[in-house]
Nanobody
Framework: QVQLVESGGGLVQAGGSLRLSCAAS????????MAWFRQAPEKEREFVAA????????SYADSVKGRFTISMDNAKTTVALQMNSLKPEDTAVYYC????????????????????WGQGTQVTVSS
């Protein structure tokens, strides 16, 4: 069982930045592909970004491309989502997700591909 804990959410003005972090209790992400999803009120959960277990491959939703960066630290204990040039439409609860895989270059933009989820962290961008 993998327990994921997100941190770093908060309130920021449009154009500002936030950095979200996701850590797993008692283990590393060396065998896991990781992703961030978000869910705004009354909307479906949507893909934001993903990174392969090797860290060599990433993917981004078109809406965040060029503004958000997903990364994994060298020790593979934390996955971060650096969010720059934030917009009010980025307001949502952000979730970290993990999928155990032995493929070094694998990720998915589909939420059902991931079987471990964090509790979410709120990001609010004011205009």
């Amino acid at each position: 069982q993998v327990q994921l804990v997100e941190s770093g959410g908060g309130l920021v003005q449009a154009g500002g930045s936030l950095r979200l972090s996701c850590a797993a209790s008692g283990r590393t992400f060396s065998n896991y592909a990781m992703a961030w999803f978000r869910q705004a009120p009354e909307k479906e959960r949507e893909f934001v970004a993903a990174i392969s277990r090797s860290g060599s491959s990433t993917s981004y939703a078109d809406s965040v491309k060029g503004r958000f960066t997903i990364s994994m630290d060298n020790a593979k204990t934390t996955v971060a989502l650096q969010m720059n040039s934030l917009k009010p439409e980025d307001t949502a609860v952000y979730y970290c997700a993990a999928k155990q895989t032995y493929a070094s270059v694998w990720w998915s933009e589909r939420s059902w591909s991931y079987n471990y989820w964090g509790q979410g962290t709120q990001v609010t961008v004011s205009s």
